[in-house]
């Protein structure tokens, strides 16, 4: 079975712009939640899509937001990016349906963002 | 909110030997507990959990403990190998409705001497 993918893995922006953020999960998966990870926060929850519906939401500002499409892929997007958004974003996905492993939760590689 | 801390920052073993690695976390609703193993320039692979109502599981090398009364749990390796060399994070969260996410330890970076 593939694993999560994240889309792009590089990225360079600049202060002001905006930058959307794909994230495809494991086959079958319906729940995709967003992180974010900076050497001084550490790993920090922004939000999980399940359904195609936000059903929680991490301490971020506005300019964070996602969403969900039919097929569970999910993006992510940070808009008026600040030089403290670079980071390495991270997605992961779990079933969510049932069962004692519904709530694993299988990381990709993340997207490094870096804004200047 | 949940606060996971963790300990220790770095830790470095001989090889062939022991690790141990803490977390403990504030939140009594939390259940479920899992560890995650980063690797440089990959995203963090999920290694072992548990839950709430069990208090020791083990997969081969590597072990998780619960004491759910002190609010910790650890991360227990034997035999180490090179392989092993990575930063480990420890995590909490609440299972089924209103759970808010994983909240991470900051993470323990493990060097495996030869």
Known sequence: KAGVTQTPRYLIKTRGQQVTLSCSPISGHRSVSWYQQTPGQGLQFLFEYFSETQRNKGNFPGRFSGRQFSNSRSEMNVSTLELGDSALYLCASSTRTGGPRAYEQYFGPGTRLTVT | ?114
Do not use: M
């Open chain 2, 1 to 114: 909110g949940e606060n996971v801390e963790q300990h220790p920052s770095t830790l470095s073993v001989q090889e062939g030997d022991s690790a141990v690695i803490k977390c403990t976390y504030s939140d009594s609703a939390s259940n479920y507990f899992p560890w995650y193993k980063q690797e440089l320039g990959k995203g963090p692979q999920l290694i072992i959990d548990i839950r709430s109502n069990v208090g020791e599981k083990k997969d081969q090398r590597i072990a998780v403990t619960l004491n759910k009364t002190a609010k910790h749990f650890s991360l227990h390796i034997t035999e180490t190998q090179p392989e092993d060399s990575a930063v480990y994070f420890c995590a909490a969260s609440r299972e089924g409705g209103g759970a808010d996410g994983l909240t991470f330890g900051k993470g323990t970076h493990q060097i495996i001497q030869p």
